[in-house]
């Protein structure tokens, strides 16, 4: 067994707690820096049925991207499904670890360079980076594509490789794709950035349909959708768990969390 304070250390090494945005609550959200671990189930969001499957599966860590507790919680009587995990987490005596904003603000190793990796985007530079920072962490990521691709080739494999169902985006400018901007989850107050940096394409997700308008032309936005956007998230915790301990259990957790669906018909 690992001890979780070891666990939290090594993932703080690699996303610094003081990295998250000051709405954010990442790091140790339930348990014991002392606490024997057995096994870890990875998951991007802390819902009932994941801590049941962590029960089922004999884990007694979970390590989300999003925090269960966002806010705080003035009484924990189990009226909502917060609260809820809050009790039976502690009944059971099952850890709950995030690692949040701080992840996606760094380059190495974060939420935008999986996604950047899965488009197969090269020369990666954070998008809006953090002052003192040498580029290496701060918002968003802009790579470049190997070669150019028209607009509707790429967003045919942009719907396949980030497996969503469908792409909201703003009207195609009849231009080749080369430059690409991307942000895992709701990225939509880096469009700026993201037309300064002359990117052909910016993709993330939880655009507003107001804010669609302020591409004026410049940029194609291509919202893909918050769940879709993260959900490689998981792949980093496993890969990072499993190669810094290497005789750990560490299990992705089976159920997708998403909760927007699509009628397709």
């Known amino acids: 067994m690992i001890v979780l304070k070891d666990i939290c250390e090594y993932l703080e090494s ?58 705080g919680i003035k009484k924990i009587n189990g009226n909502n499904y917060v609260e809820r995990i809050i009790i039976k987490a ?16 760094v380059l190495k190793n974060g939420v935008n360079e999986r996604i950047a990796k899965k488009l197969k985007l090269k020369n990666l530079k954070i998008l809006s980076p953090i002052k003192g920072s040498k580029g290496k962490q701060g918002a968003g990521i802009v790579g470049h594509l190997s070669k150019s691709e028209n607009e509707k080739s790429f967003l045919k494999r942009l719907k396949t490789t980030m497996k969503t169902d469908c792409i909201r985006h703003t009207a195609l400018l009849g231009k080749q794709i080369k430059k690409v901007a991307v942000c895992g989850g709701s990225g939509s107050f880096l469009l700026d950035d993201a ?56 299990h992705l957790t089976k159920i997708n969390t998403n909760p927007i669906h699509y009628y397709i018909n």
């Open 14 to 71: 690699i996303a610094p707690l003081n990295l998250q945005e000051d709405y954010d609550n990442a790091g140790l959200i339930i348990g014991n820096e002392k606490a024997k671990i057995a096994k870890a189930l990875v998951c991007l969001d802390c819902t009932e049925e994941i801590l049941d499957e962590s029960i089922e599966r004999k884990c007694n860590l979970i390590i989300a991207h999003h925090p269960i507790v966002f806010q």
């Open 195 to 250: 037309i300064k940096a002359k990117a052909d394409i910016f993709i993330t997700g939880d655009f507003k349909y107001h804010q669609f308008f302020d591409s004026e032309g410049k940029i194609v936005i291509a919202d893909i959708g918050h769940y879709e956007s993260e959900q490689f998230t998981k792949e980093i915790f496993y890969e990072l768990l499993t190669k810094k301990f290497p005789k750990f259990a560490v």
């Open 90 to 105: 502690i009944q059971n005596n099952i850890n709950i670890y995030a690692a949040h904003t701080n992840l996606d603000n």
